[in-house]
């Protein structure tokens, strides 16, 4: 079974309208952290917002915020009021602190155009 | 700036050659992480270091290998090069604390391109 899903391979999305990027992931392990990534097309990867899964609350950094729902094992990225700039890939990733600590699992990515 | 450093940022050769890539890790970080990212594809796990120990193997070639140096600084050689060798490869630094929360830190990537 694949540890990270992300099921939309492109969105489009309005100028100054939110956005959610999902994320599923797999694990048995109790403590993991979430991750999120965006790789422009410059090609860099940058990292955006983390997520543990003894979180009480959702993470927020700025204009990105995850929603994170434990029971159903997903973590979906939420960008608000986009901005042309926010046009990239946007990679989930996954680390398990007990399995397998040593990897980052990342989904296949979701390409987002923002639309002006 | 993630203060990773890869170089060389491009490479192009030909098909059977043999390259060496380089990556420094940022200061503190004992963990060096190598990916492998194909034209409009996801990140592959290749290879993790930990202070010079190999620590996970992820979907690497056996033409493929790669160190970690007393310094830190990690080399990931690829020989007798493919077409299907053409790709991104990132190295990623991180683990400064050992824990799950440790984000990783990744490098500007190098190109590579088999001709």
């Known amino acids: 079974a694949q540890k990270i899903t992300q099921t939309q391979p492109g969105m489009f999305v309005q100028e100054k309208e939110a956005v959610t990027l999902d994320c599923t992931y797999d694990?048995?392990?109790?403590?993991?952290?979430l991750f999120w990534y965006k790789q422009p097309s410059s090609g860099e990867m940058i990292f955006l917002i983390y997520?543990?899964?003894?979180?009480?609350q959702n993470a927020t950094e700025g204009r990105y915020s995850l929603n994170f729902q434990k029971a159903r094992k997903s973590a979906n990225l939420v960008i608000s009021a986009s901005q042309l700039g926010d046009s990239a890939m946007y990679f989930c990733?996954?680390?398990?602190?007990?399995?397998?600590?040593?990897?980052?699992?990342f989904g296949s990515g979701t390409k987002l155009n923002v639309k002006p | 700036d993630s203060g990773v450093t890869q170089t060389p940022k491009h490479l192009i050769t030909a098909t059977g050659q043999r390259v060496t890539l380089r990556c420094s890790p940022r200061?503190?970080?004992?963990?060096v992480y190598w990916y492998q990212q194909s034209l409009d594809q996801g990140l592959q796990f290749l290879i993790q270091?930990?202070?010079?120990?190999?620590?996970a193997k992820g979907n690497i070639l056996e033409r493929f290998s790669a160190q970690q140096f007393p310094d830190l600084h990690s080399e990931l050689n690829l020989s007798s090069l493919e077409l299907g060798d053409s790709a991104l490869y990132f190295c990623?630094?991180?683990?400064?604390?050992?824990?799950?929360?440790?984000?990783?830190?990744f490098g500007p990537g190098t190109r590579l391109t088999v001709l």
């Open positions: 990623a630094s991180g683990d400064r604390g050992g824990s799950v929360s440790d984000e990783q830190f």
């Open positions: 694990t048995s392990d109790p403590s993991y952290g």
């Open positions: 997520q543990g899964s003894y979180d009480q």
């Open positions: 990733a996954m680390r398990e602190s007990l399995y397998n600590f040593n990897k980052f699992y």
């Open positions: 200061s503190g970080d004992l963990s």
């Open positions: 270091y930990y202070n010079g120990e190999e620590r």
